[in-house]
């Protein structure tokens, strides 16, 4: 057991060391491509397509319904075998709803098969770009943030997200400055009521206009008698 871990600090040594001598980074392809015009007509495009089978699927079931309330009104007067019959409608109506709606929103369904179609241009795209970055910047390892890779921490010193944006023609100017301030307001300093039998330098009392001891905003200096 201590062989097996001797040899296995040893491998762990090896690799840190070179990991070490390797630069690697990661970017965020999810922010990249929301970035992308080609990617939100790709979405507008799928929400399109799945706007118009949930459509169908509600009028089907709506279809469906009638038939209910249909059969529950003249289920009385309907015999055995009309009745059989009317309950096997039903159930057929349910089942190629069911199927209808699997075969467009269920796993590996039109809605699945058309989003790899309308993203495939858009992911190939940010890929080339990915790379050609990797190799300018001589990466070895470019890790992507949002994918099925669990990242706990990030150092934004590797990330080269910005990068890939650029390469795309879609890189921020304001990149890396403040952002902008806020509306300054000013607010008057609060004034300091001046005690009147308080000295000022001139040794008496500064009265206001009014005849009431005046309000300075900053606290009288003491007087020369009680510097000495």
Known sequence: MKIFRGLLALLLLSVASEAQ??????VDTEFIMAKM????KAQLELNTFSETWQKEI????????????NYSAEEVVLTEPMKKKR????LKKEQDIKAYQNKQFGYEGQIFKKRQELNKPVQDKV????????????????????GDLTMLYTNPAHDYTEFVLEELGLGAEDRNQPGPKGTVKTVAPPQTPVDPNFESDSGAPEPAANGKPALKPKTARPSKKNLK
């Open 58 to 69: 509600e009028a089907q079931k709506k279809d469906l319904d009638k038939m209910y309330r």
């Open 87 to 90: 309950q096997d409608e039903i």
């Open 37 to 40: 015009p080609e990617y939100a």
């Open 127 to 146: 890929f080339e770009a990915v790379e050609k970055v990797a190799k300018k910047k001589q990466l070895a390892v470019l890790f992507d943030k949002s």
């Open 21 to 26: 001598a390797q630069k690697f980074g990661w």
